[in-house]
């Protein structure tokens, strides 16, 4: 039997038809008349492409902004909520990709934390390359490696998180949460550098590409980010560095884009837009 993935929001998106072809009855949430989107992050962004959210994560981001307000996961139906799911088989998946797919040749594999479901995916990406030999990106925390599953993958997106993420008692309290499991564990989890230099030796060795991509929200990060991560990994060049505005509204990203810009200039990295978020706002599907 096919393994079953388990996604979050609207699993495999933007889509117009079924798995049989068939158009769905509600246009996607870009209002275009086609199926997919363009990666809005990274070394890829512009890049058209259709992405498959999987539910769940082990880390549990709430960010600080300079102004002192708060700003949470993007994606919290994916990480802090999970409680709307869709499961659904490999095979099923694969003909709904396959439906949906025109002239799009990327595959954006996201979550939440998607490497979660490592065994699944491995079927998944192996069943991608294989019978429709796109080009498969992961967005991952740089928590969880897998060789098996890095061997289909094309481009590794890191993004580990930095102290500024961790949600401490005042963040909590300002947004009503409480002090549970993930939230307790999330700044002991977050970087895993022996993790995060294996996923960069097999892209080495293996003719693959990744990307570090820093969430960027005040000025001391720049320091963490030297010393805590660049400091103790190998194997990277400047035009693997992305750095990218702290934010899941345009509102937000406009406050910290100018610092974010000036940083990857300083230090010759690469800054990175979020194209979708300014073009459709903090909108699931887009
Ligand atoms: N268009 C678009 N680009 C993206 N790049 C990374 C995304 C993510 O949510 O991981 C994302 C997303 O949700 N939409
Ligand atoms: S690692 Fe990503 S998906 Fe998980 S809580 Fe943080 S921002 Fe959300
Ligand atoms: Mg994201």
């Known amino acids: 039997m096919d393994k079953i993935l388990t996604l979050a929001g609207e699993a495999l998106f933007p889509i117009t038809r079924d798995r049989h072809g068939n158009p769905l009855p509600v246009p996607p949430s870009t209002g275009f008349s086609?199926?997919?989107?363009?990666?809005?992050?990274?070394?890829?962004?512009?890049m058209p492409s259709l992405f498959i959210r999987l539910s769940g994560c082990n880390l549990r981001c709430i960010w600080r902004l300079e102004?002192?307000?708060?700003?949470?996961?993007?994606?919290?139906?994916a990480s802090f909520d999970t409680r709307e799911v869709v499961r659904i088989e490999v095979g099923e998946l694969m003909e709904l990709l396959q439906a949906n797919l025109d002239e799009t040749k990327h595959v954006v594999i996201t979550g939440g934390e998607p490497m979660l479901q490592k065994d699944?995916?491995?079927?998944?990406?192996?069943?991608?390359?294989?019978?429709?030999?796109?080009?498969?990106?992961?967005?991952?925390?740089g928590t969880i490696f897998s060789r098996e599953l890095a061997g289909f993958i094309d481009l590794y997106s890191i993004s580990p998180k930095l102290r500024n993420s961790d949600p401490d008692a005042e963040k909590l309290s300002a947004l009503g949460l409480q002090m549970s499991g993930p939230f307790k564990y999330h700044p002991e989890k977050r970087?895993?550098?022996?993790?995060?230099?294996?996923?960069?030796?097999f892209a080495r060795n293996n003719g693959k590409d990744f990307q570090l991509k820093f969430v960027i929200g005040r000025p001391e990060d720049e320091h963490e980010?030297?010393?805590?991560?660049?400091?103790?990994?190998?194997s990277w060049k400047p035009g693997d560095i992305l750095l990218m505005p702290l934010g899941s509204a345009s509102e937000e990203l406009r406050k910290s884009a100018r610092l974010t810009m000036e940083m990857a200039v300083r230090?010759?990295?690469r800054y990175s837009p979020r194209i979708h978020i300014d073009l459709f706002g903090n909108r699931q599907g887009v």
């Open 120 to 141: 699944a995916l491995i079927e998944l990406t192996r069943r991608i390359k294989g019978e429709l030999g796109l080009h498969i990106s992961i967005e991952t925390n």
């Open 67 to 77: 102004d002192g307000s708060f700003s949470r996961c993007d994606t919290p139906f």
């Open 225 to 234: 980010i030297k010393e805590e991560f660049l400091g103790k990994l190998h």
């Open 267 to 269: 230090n010759g990295w």
């Open 191 to 201: 970087k895993n550098l022996e993790v995060i230099q294996s996923f960069i030796d």
């Open 34 to 46: 086609v199926p997919g989107t363009i990666q809005g992050e990274g070394k890829l962004a512009g």
